[in-house]
């Protein structure tokens, strides 16, 4: 039987490579976003600002793929509060209004942003570390999809996404955000709607915050538990590319970080 998800964000990097994804696959999709392109297909709609006209579109769907919202890493608490926070509360509610089956969120690595420096094995279950509001701001709705599962059990699945940059040339290190942090996190577009699908249509999942890269070699982040999870499978891999640029980015950041966190040690002694 052909399923209903419903896609906020729908004009943005991510919900457009999910539109031509789910386009040859038998899925009814509904559309919602700012809509700064006026696409005819999508519904426009300022989430942030609660509204019937807007939340009806949720009425028994399958699942809805939760994309909305401020992107940047570097958004401000404003921005973050506004259209992070409040805007993914308003899709909750309208979930629970509308009897919505699941919601799949786009959370983020930067939840786990913390650990860059450190060796740890990145499981799901390690304490959460993040270092800026965005990151912050994506920890506090996976917790508050946890409470909307435990209070009305509409199924959530959480997914702490990559890097999704493209990678082009025989030299892709540079072209990625964060030097090798990044690198190692990287998730192709292929992969990236894979897993998306297969939050979206898995079966017997009630709750459940999954790691989502491609199966890069030698990365920390563990995608074992999203693959017995929900069938994820990866297609593809990237191994890291060091240069002596990254090099000192990557030395670069460390100081900064042990820098900061030193800061925050003084200061709660005080």
Known sequence: MSKTVLITGATGSIGTKLRRHFADRDIRLRLLCLNPINDPQVVTADLSQYDETWARQFENVDAVIHLAGDAYATASWASVQRFNIDLTLNVFRAARNHLAKRIVFASSNWVMAGYRFGSERLTTELA??????????KLLCERAGRQLWQQTDISF????????QHIQGNNPGPQIEHGLWGQQMWLSDRDLCHGMERAALAEGVPFAVLNLMSDNPGMRWDIEQTRRVIGYVSRDSHLAVNTPAIEEHEQLARLKFEFVDRLEQISAKW
């Open 128 to 137: 959460p570390r993040p270092i800026n509001p965005y990151g912050c701001g």
């Open 157 to 164: 699945i959480a997914l702490r996404i990559g890097c999704c």
